[in-house]
């Protein structure tokens, strides 16, 4: 009967084995199917993280190449001419030229507003309105030259000493302030005003000339 010869047949029953391979088979099956699952989610996983990664390579490509740079300030010349006469200051002069580089590709700058003012120890000693406003085109540059004198330069005899004892040791030092209030232009597309200051150190030898040294030196840029 089958009760009564099952647990003797079973010890000794081949049935569990292919039980068992059956059991084995679709174990490997589920285990195949598992892991083309985890194959495929990993594949997928790939493809979108490679697309997210050329996409970011894209954007950080474009980001470069159509991100502003700033102007680019150099200083040229400037002289304080009559430096050496002690009563210099009753005509006093201060000439300076300035190049001003739009080194974008394709961006192009309004200056909507731009003063110099000339500083010694801190203390301005003139200033005025540079320019008119103008647009500046992509890999332009622009020469700013000026004068102050009288009306836009103060400077009275006591600080004309000071330049003469500067003088006497060598080297008088000014600082040229450039301030100036600029939009980007991407073409059609204009930023917002930016108020940017460019500063230029330049000291002037006994003859009232910008050391050789200084002449085509970069004035730093910085915004506000
Ligand atoms: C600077 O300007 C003066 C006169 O304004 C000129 O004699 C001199 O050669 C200029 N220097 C340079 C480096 O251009
Ligand atoms: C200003 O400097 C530039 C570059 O050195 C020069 O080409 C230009 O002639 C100068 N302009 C004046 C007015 O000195
Ligand atoms: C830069 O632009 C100014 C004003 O538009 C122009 O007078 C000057 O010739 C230009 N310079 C160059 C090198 O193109």
């Given at each position: 009967m089958y009760t009564s010869n099952r647990l003797p047949v079973q010890s000794n029953d081949p049935r569990p084995e292919p039980f068992k391979r059956h059991q084995t088979a679709r174990y490997y099956v589920h285990r195949v199917h598992e892991s083309l699952k985890t194959r495929v989610s990993k594949f997928i996983c790939a493809i979108f993280l490679g697309l997210l990664l050329t996409?970011?390579?894209?954007?950080?490509?474009?980001?470069?190449?159509?991100?502003?740079?700033?102007?680019?300030?150099?200083?040229?010349?400037?002289?304080?001419?009559?430096?050496?006469?002690?009563?210099?200051?009753e005509n006093a002069e201060i000439a300076f030229n300035v190049t001003i580089r739009n080194a974008n590709q394709d961006i192009g700058i309004?200056?909507?507003?731009?003063?110099?003012?000339?500083?010694?120890?801190?203390?301005?000693?003139?200033?005025?309105?540079?320019?008119?406003?103008?647009?500046?085109?992509?890999?332009?540059?622009t020469i700013v030259y000026d004068v102050l004198s009288e009306a836009t330069l103060t400077v009275n005899s006591q600080s004309w000493m000071q330049f003469l004892n500067d003088r006497n040791s060598g080297t008088v030092v000014f600082?040229?302030?450039?301030?100036?209030?600029?939009?980007?232009?991407?073409?059609?597309?204009?930023?917002?005003?930016?108020?940017?200051?460019?500063?230029?150190?330049?000291p002037v030898g006994p003859d009232g000339f910008i050391l050789a040294i200084s002449v085509d030196k970069k004035c730093p840029v910085y915004f506000t």
């Amino acid at each position: 009967m089958y009760t009564s010869n099952r647990l003797p047949v079973q010890s000794n029953d081949p049935r569990p084995e292919p039980f068992k391979r059956h059991q084995t088979a679709r174990y490997y099956v589920h285990r195949v199917h598992e892991s083309l699952k985890t194959r495929v989610s990993k594949f997928i996983c790939a493809i979108f993280l490679g697309l997210l990664l050329t996409l970011g390579i894209i954007a950080f490509i474009l980001w470069l190449s159509l991100r502003p740079h700033r102007p680019r300030f150099h200083i040229q010349n400037f002289s304080v001419p009559g430096l050496g006469q002690p009563n210099g200051f009753e005509n006093a002069e201060i000439a300076f030229n300035v190049t001003i580089r739009n080194a974008n590709q394709d961006i192009g700058i309004y200056y909507d507003s731009m003063d110099g003012a000339v500083y010694y120890q801190d203390q301005k000693i003139g200033s005025k309105p540079l320019l008119y406003p103008f647009y500046q085109k992509p890999k332009n540059t622009t020469i700013v030259y000026d004068v102050l004198s009288e009306a836009t330069l103060t400077v009275n005899s006591q600080s004309w000493m000071q330049f003469l004892n500067d003088r006497n040791s060598g080297t008088v030092v000014f600082r040229l302030e450039i301030t100036s209030t600029i939009r980007f232009k991407l073409f059609s597309r204009q930023t917002k005003h930016h108020t940017m200051y460019a500063n230029c150190d330049v000291p002037v030898g006994p003859d009232g000339f910008i050391l050789a040294i200084s002449v085509d030196k970069k004035c730093p840029v910085y915004f506000t």
